[in-house]
Structure formats: structure tokens, C-alpha cells
């Protein structure tokens, strides 16, 4: 794993999970399609790449599998209901309930977001990831760990009460794309504040690896 691995594959998820679905949204609007019927169908991509994901790796982590039952509930009752809105009010409903999953799980022993973390911490160096292993029973490290989930959580409730508000009084074709916009904007602002919280210990981590490469020397 390279030093740019990992932010490179998050750019590349958001990319997919956005920018295909609102591809199809206009693409399918464009050629006469109901705002529902472009929103239903712009979301089976997204959905079945989670599925898939499942099949091949036969693994998925809690916060993945939050987002997968939030869209399948949040699909099943937008049929149901036959409301556009609806579909727009389940993505901002499903990043609301990520964040309270995201915040419950940072006053655990296993915040979710610590493993999200962990590859822009260790850049995949061997020598980091030995140090992060040691430093796991440090209280200052999971301090610092556990803020950095808490200002995801609170990030997520408050997009998605933002979202969900604009979905039910915006009009469905303005919320289409001011909903990615309002994502993406809360997202770079949570990553870059709370990457600067978390920036203390990635320092721990580096200084752990010195020392211990030190203490080798030295040996």
C-alpha cells in the first residue's frame, strides 16, 4: 500500500457511489422518466455494488453494513409510499443513522472509525503498523482516536438533518444534486477537521517507529 492508497481508493468509492447515480437520475429524467423512477433506479447500482462487494470478499465491516440495511429499508419503503422525496430524505436518513452508529461506536473499545483511520496513520509502512499495534493500549492514542470518530458522528447527524429538511421543502430535481453537493461539502469539512484532531496520533505513531528502530540500532 502506497502513502496515496488510501486516499485514492476513498476518492474513487465516492466517485462511483455519486457521481454513476446521478448520471443515471438525469440521464433517465432527461428521457421522460418520473423524478421517483429515475431516484429508484439511479439507486440499484450503488446497491448492488454493496452486494457484490459482500459476495467476493465475504466480509463486511459494521459501518458498511449500517449503509446496506439503510438502503434496502430505505428503498422498500419509497416503493411503498411511491414518494420521490422519500428516496432523497433515505439517503440523508441513512448518513444520520451512520453518524449515530459512528458516535455510539467511539465510546466503545472499537470505534468503527479507527479502522477507516488507520491506513492514512500508518501509510501502510510496516514499521507504523507494528508502532499502531503497540500503541493500541495507549490512553492518549485511543483518546485521540475516539475524538476523531465523535466529530464524524456529529458531522453525519448534522448533513443529514440538513438533507432531510431540504428533501421535504426543496424541489426534488434542485435536491438531486444540491443533496451530493451538501454531502460533499460536510465530508471534506469533517475529513479535514477531524484529520487534523486525528493528526496527534499519527505523530504518536511515526515516534513509536523511530523509537523502536532506535532501540534496534542500538541493540
Avoid at 7 to 34: D, F, K, M, R
Avoid at 83 to 112: E, N, W, Y
Avoid at 114 to 120: D, E, G, N
Avoid at 195 to 206: L, N
Wanted: hydrophobic fraction near 55%; glycine fraction near 10%; charge should be positive.
Amino acid at each position: 500500500m502506497t502513502n496515496h492508497s488510501a486516499p485514492a481508493s476513498l476518492l474513487q468509492t465516492l466517485g462511483v457511489e455519486i457521481a454513476v447515480p446521478l448520471g443515471v437520475y438525469y440521464g433517465l429524467h432527461s428521457l421522460g422518466a418520473s423524478d421517483f423512477t429515475a431516484l429508484a433506479l439511479s439507486g440499484v447500482f450503488p446497491l448492488g455494488r454493496t452486494l457484490f462487494q459482500f459476495a467476493k470478499h465475504r466480509t463486511l465491516n459494521g459501518l458498511a453494513l449500517v449503509v446496506l440495511v439503510t438502503n434496502v429499508v430505505g428503498m422498500l419503503l419509497t416503493f411503498v409510499s411511491g414518494d420521490a422525496r422519500m428516496m432523497i430524505a433515505k439517503d440523508s436518513i441513512g448518513s444520520g443513522i451512520t453518524g449515530v452508529v459512528i458516535l455510539i461506536s467511539a465510546f466503545t473499545a472499537q470505534p468503527i472509525m479507527t479502522k477507516a483511520l488507520r491506513p492514512f496513520l500508518t501509510h501502510g509502512k510496516a514499521d507504523h503498523e507494528s508502532a499502531w499495534e503497540r500503541l493500541r493500549g495507549n490512553e492518549r492514542f485511543a483518546t485521540v482516536l475516539r475524538r476523531s470518530s465523535i466529530i464524524w458522528g456529529v458531522g453525519f447527524v448534522l448533513e443529514s438533518a440538513a438533507r432531510v429538511v431540504g428533501a421535504f421543502t426543496l424541489p426534488v430535481s434542485t435536491m438531486v444534486w444540491l443533496s451530493t453537493v451538501v454531502f460533499i461539502g460536510t465530508f471534506a469539512l469533517i475529513m479535514v477537521i477531524a484529520g487534523a484532531v486525528a493528526k496527534e496520533a499519527g505523530v504518536m505513531v511515526a515516534r513509536e517507529a523511530e523509537a523502536d528502530v532506535k532501540t534496534l540500532v542500538a541493540a
